[in-house]
């Protein structure tokens, strides 16, 4: 009989958790348990485990988990919530001779190139060029900052920390933003704004400049009033995708993200209708010298409901994923 691995994606609110056959990628068996019913990932994996039936002799003996936090070192601590952990602990406690713990977003970066096309929506057109990396970029919680690349014997992420980069207004209402900004954080990433919190931030920052009173305290109500017809949270939401297609272009540069963009995380899946009325593709393409390059640039939306598992199979045996 088949030993199936388990693999998992396991965020703040929930842990996704799934089963995969050696040497594939695809997952069954997927359940989305909360985090908030466990004291940690050993008594919600023993918990997923048990529901499917995968355990005794057929409790899986090779695991890869991404996690959304850092997990540079031994010790694994969640930023939203409460689970503190050392890999060797979860290892050990679960009797895996394999185990592989990522990043949530490097997850996301590996899992793209196995992504379905019917689970890709074109924003720009083009061709990516085979051997060259591509850039998958998202807002979430956060700004996620990734690149993939296709090495030699197999797919190799490339991790960065560029939600963390400084904003820079393009135009005069985005230094007016910058300004607001400044004075109520000192310096400005680009993730203070490209992120659910930052939109919220974002509507509140238009109404102060607009001298309105807030009506919405939500990312949600602000999407929903934008398309109710509400004009500063419509301004907002289109002035989100404008800043998130300049910073996509310059991380497009950065990268030499030949191999094209791809855009992911939980926000711009709900946002496809009002990418095309946005000022997304000419931000990206607005480079100056090298517009000719950003604009050539295939660029898609990720919808796929579970790419971090899809990259955790495919970190499992990946020679370069430690």
Partial sequence: MTRHALIGDIGGTNARLALVTPG????????????????????????????????????????????????????????????????TEVREALGLTLFKVINDFMAQALGVPHVAEADLVTVQPGEGAPHAAKLVIGPGTGLGVAGVFPGRHAWVPLPTEGGHVTFAPADEREQNLLRHFRQRYGRVSVERLLCGQGLLDLYLAHCSLKGVNPRYATPAEVTEAAGGGDAVARDTLLRFLKILGDVSGDAALTLGARGGVYLCGGILPRLLDWLPQSRFREAFADKGRMSAYTAGLPIRVVTAPWPGLLGAAEALHNIEVE
């Fill in 24 to 87: 594939a990628v695809a997952p069954h068996d997927i359940r989305s348990l909360p985090c908030a019913d466990y004291d940690g990932p050993v008594a919600a994996i023993r918990d997923y485990l048990a529901s499917v039936g995968a355990v005794g002799d057929d409790a899986p003996r090779e695991a890869c988990l991404a996690f959304a936090c850092p997990v540079h070192g031994e010790r694994v601590t969640m930023t939203n919530n409460p689970w503190d952990f050392t890999k």
